[in-house]
């Protein structure tokens, strides 16, 4: 599966906070979410993200709180994958439980500007810069874990199975 979108550009040590502040954390409504997404690392964000964007970040992306509004939000606002040099753990776990991909790219940052075309490859982990011509790899994303992500998380995942083993 391959995934293409429009460059946005954010540096390291980007928290929780940063992606969804505390203030929004009393709804879990993913529409609403959406709508204040990276507003304290970039105002301009939640306006002018498009569906199908791509964030690509610097080290450490998603650190802080292990809750899942962060990158639910991420998706909510449709956002089709993150690519970073590193992820925080939970963050990592979390963003593949609700189905949202990520990819560990430590390059890509360093030599992509804001607005570049990338696509990503899931299957054989090349990422490209569209605009540049330039290619990456990364891990690709192993086939279970792109079934998480093609049911849109692990909850849809699980109830789909348990729903096929129902029937049996």
């Not at 304290?40 to 802080?64: E, L, T």
Request: proline content about 5%.
């Amino acid at each position: 599966m391959k995934i293409q979108g429009r460059v946005w550009k954010f540096g390291d040590n980007i928290d929780t906070d940063a992606i969804i502040p505390a203030r929004y954390l009393n709804t879990s409504d993913e529409k609403e979410l959406a709508k204040h997404v990276m507003e304290d690392a970039d105002r301009d964000f939640p306006s002018k993200v498009k569906p199908g964007d791509i964030i690509i970040a610097g080290k450490n992306f998603g650190c802080g709180s292990s809750r899942e509004h962060a990158p639910i939000a991420i998706k909510a606002a449709g956002i089709k994958a993150v690519v970073a040099k590193s992820f925080a753990r939970i963050f990592f776990r979390n963003s593949f439980n609700i189905g949202l991909p990520i990819f560990e790219v430590p390059d890509l940052i360093d030599e992509t500007k804001k607005g570049d075309e990338i696509e990503i490859d899931m299957d054989t982990g090349e990422v490209i810069n569209l605009t540049t011509g330039k290619k990456y790899t990364t891990k690709p994303i192993p086939s279970f874990m792109q079934e998480l992500i093609n049911f849109g998380g692990l909850v849809e995942w699980t109830k789909n199975r348990l729903s096929k083993e129902v029937i049996r």
